[in-house]
């Protein structure tokens, strides 16, 4: 087994590679592609009537752009030189992609919380999408410019001095360590305290029981159906239902046999097609309304499809250590996703559906929430850009060799300063591609649907 000092030296031997200063000097490629031709690939295999309401929640703001245009981003980073340093990737790690839900044992913790693009690769990947996504939000939100800077430097920051505690600490400390929800307010502002504790009592509301009473209605059969709000929720056509119904039966068998016997207590009652997120947009996913022991006692899931991750085409196919790639996309998300949280919902499950597709399923709403980044002040957004930092730490400790990742960032500020240079850099690019987006729009070349 290799010594925790050559581990670190490994980390240390890849600034060879590329230096920590290096990572601030971004310039685009001279053959990048086209972001829109980028997004318009993604858009081959998706549901064709719904990428409208995908191009126009990018239309909203840069920030909006920059959350879809993760295969974008993806194809910046693979031009220039990479580490080496190898943990699994949350693929998609913008700020909203962090935030709090609830654990197994019911407590709510705070950590990554979308995994569609996680994949094995480089750590600081998810580094600078992070920072670029706090730079955007800051630039979006009419930050000065020292201070847009200084939020992405925080970020990194917050990422560095956690990884540097947790390459002192033992395997089973670091896979037990978590962001317990109910830590944080003591870290928070008084004024701003109120605020945050009404956030975490939303989260705790959020259960399949506020949905039901949310997104369900009567029938004229008596029967509680899901609520028709087209085109972002819609009923499964009857002759869909038993394709959907399959593709159930097939994620129940990937669960664990407690989990197993435990969904079994419960009677599928509806099925409807969802619109998810803004990159998820033109995927198909359905929320699945069961029933347990009676009406108001329900659980809704949502088993979504999943393709492959817009890190694939730029990375190795399996990580080192592998025997073998793991090539199903339901199973990358699900494994991913138990690398990297802390704690995973108990429904957590994989399957193939009709034509080969993938899918992967779990609780719609579990206690889940995330913070107001918009309304954030530049004090309040460092705060939280520190906690996100913070968080993919974590994560990929446990998914990563942190010594190496520690030892490559050893103990100045100099990567940190470089990625927040970087993420400048890029918000300056998110801006101008945003502004061909909308150009693309104005001209009819593409279709956008704004305000859905």
Not at 330 to 356: C, E, K, M, N, Y
Request: aromatic share 6%; proline share 5%; with cysteine.
């Amino acid at each position: 087994m290799t010594s925790p000092t050559e581990r670190r030296r490994r980390g240390r031997a890849a600034r060879d590679r590329i230096p920590r200063s290096a990572h601030g000097r971004w310039i685009p490629a001279a053959d990048r592609p086209d972001p829109l031709a980028v997004l318009a690939a993604q858009a081959e295999d998706r549901l064709t009537d719904l990428n409208p309401i995908r191009y126009g929640r990018m239309a909203d703001s840069p920030f909006a752009y920059l959350r879809g245009a993760a295969a974008v981003l993806a194809a910046d980073l693979a031009a220039v030189p990479e580490t080496g340093v190898t943990v699994q990737l949350c693929g998609d790690a913008h700020l909203l992609n962090f935030g709090v839900y609830a654990s197994p044992e019911r407590a709510l913790l705070f950590d990554v919380n979308d995994f569609d693009e996680t994949y094995p690769g480089p750590f600081e990947w998810d580094v600078k999408r992070l920072a670029a996504s706090v730079a955007v939000a800051a630039r979006d939100n009419g930050h000065a410019e020292g201070q847009v800077r200084r939020a992405a430097l925080t970020a990194v920051q917050g990422y560095a001095l956690a990884m540097r505690r947790l390459a002192g600490l033992g395997e089973l400390d670091v896979w037990y360590a978590r962001i317990d929800a109910a830590d944080l307010l003591p870290l928070v502002r008084k004024s701003r305290r109120k605020r945050v504790e009404a956030t975490l009592d939303k989260a705790r509301r959020r259960t399949s029981l506020q949905a039901f009473d949310k997104l369900t209605e009567q029938g004229e059969d008596g029967r509680r159906r899901i609520v028709s709000d087209p085109p972002l929720l819609e009923p499964v056509p009857r002759d869909e239902l038993r394709r959907v119904g399959k593709i159930f039966d097939d994620y129940r068998a990937s669960l664990a046999e407690d989990r197993g016997i435990l969904l079994d207590r419960f009677r599928l009652v509806d099925i409807a097609r969802k619109v998810v997120g803004v990159g998820s947009v033109g995927t198909r996913c359905f929320v699945l309304l069961l029933e347990g022991r009676d009406e108001r006692d329900p659980l809704f899931l949502q088993i979504k499809e999943a393709g492959r991750s817009v890190l694939e085409a730029h990375l190795p196919a399996a990580r080192p250590d592998a025997e073998a790639p793991v090539v199903h996309g339901g199973h990358r998300v699900v494994t991913g996703q138990r690398l990297l949280q802390a704690a995973s919902d108990i429904f957590l499950g994989w399957t193939t559906g009709p034509a080969g597709r993938h899918f992967y399923g779990r609780q719609l709403r579990d206690m889940k929430g995330s913070a107001d980044v918009a309304g954030m002040t530049p004090a309040d957004l460092r705060a939280y850009a520190d906690l996100c930092g913070r968080a993919l730490a974590r994560a990929h400790a446990r998914s990563g060799d942190r010594l190496a990742v520690a030892g490559y960032l050893g103990g100045s500020d100099t990567f940190a300063e470089a990625v927040a240079d970087f993420a400048v850099q890029y918000a300056d690019r998110t801006v101008a591609d945003h502004a061909a987006l909308l150009a693309a729009i104005d001209a009819g070349a593409l279709t956008a649907r704004r305000g859905v």
